[in-house]
């Protein structure tokens, strides 16, 4: 791990809203080719966190640098193809209900790789089957998808522009078990083919510990350990031990390990 290279770096962050002071002084690293899972409990800022390194927040302190740019500071050209390095997979899909799959995920292609229509279909096909969709699926609207489709189509969608690294918000959440263990193998699948790098905020137990290289845990408004799954798990704190070592994480512990 001495070689890791460091793609994003949240240094000093802080974001209040109003009175609401939700991080201070946070700092994280992002190294390439990691899966990194991000945990905490309910409202400890999770999803503001990711927000705030993929640009869609100012943060009130601290800066991120994506790249080892800031893309707050940049010109809007220079802004526009850093952006294109990352792929957002947001809570609930965020997929626009009145184009089919196909059209979703074609749309940045033609938005921001400038492909005809036609092109940016073919290509929206292949990463369609790279996320597991079956080829009917290209033809379906949002609303006629089941909850993991939904999940597949979103990752194909951040996944059109071949970006280094995908922020993905709860990508687990709401599938059934079987559904969410074959979305743990896909991003598997992903890092070791393409060596895509990820940053997931879930609160699913097995997904950290299969898929995961390193675990941050947010308390306290910062980054109290970020650290493989076995020393997080092992780490010195209420929430940690009761989070890793109550019966679920125990459960989800040894369905991947073994007792
Ligand atoms: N745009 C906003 N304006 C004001 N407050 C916000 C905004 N976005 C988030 N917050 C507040 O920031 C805090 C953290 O929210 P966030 O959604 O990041 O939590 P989370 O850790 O992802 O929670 P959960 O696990 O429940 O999804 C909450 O108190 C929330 O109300």
Redesign the pocket.
Known sequence: MSERQTLIEVRGLC?R??R?S?HENLDLDLYRGEILGVV????????????SIVGL?RPSEGEVRLFGQNLLTLPAAERSRLEQRMGVLF?GGALFSSLTVRENVALPLIEHAGLSRKDAEELAEVKLALSGLAAHAGDLYPASLSGGMVKRASLARALALDPDVVFL??PTAGLDPIGAADFDQLLLTLRNALGLTVFM?T?DLDSLWTACDRIAV?SQKRVLVADTPERVADYDNPWIQNYFNGPRGRAAYRAVNGS
């Open positions: 974001n809203f109003g609401n939700v905490g409990g309910s409202g400890t800022g999770k999803s503001v966190l990711l927000r927040i809570q918000d709860e905020v609160h947010l």
